[in-house]
């Protein structure tokens, strides 16, 4: 599997944690959109998309089933929000 697009959209709201929106291209034929980028306590991550299942909880529609898949699309995902040289 490889990652072969990552789009990122950032928010610019000072009195949120969320910082974007990413939507990343698998193998040049799989989409998953609504990524959000979340500003934590010490770092940024990403928050696969979810829907409200019942009033206090919310349930990953998609997410990766191990740590080094998770790890793998957030690390592209922040590199492309940090990437200063294209415009998001």
């Given amino acids: 599997m490889e ?5 990122v959209h950032k928010v610019d709201r000072e009195d949120s944690r969320l910082k974007g929106y990413a939507t990343v291209t698998i193998d040049d034929c799989f989409v998953i959109s609504n990524i959000r980028i979340i500003e934590g306590a010490n770092r940024l991550f990403c ?6 299942v019942s009033d206090d909880k919310f349930e990953d529609i998609v997410h990766p089933t191990n740590s080094e898949t998770r790890e793998m699309f957030e690390a592209k995902i922040l590199e492309e929000y940090n990437n200063p040289s294209e415009e998001n």
């Fill in 3 to 7: 990652i072969t697009k990552v789009r």
């Fill in 47 to 52: 928050a696969m998309p979810s829907r409200k």
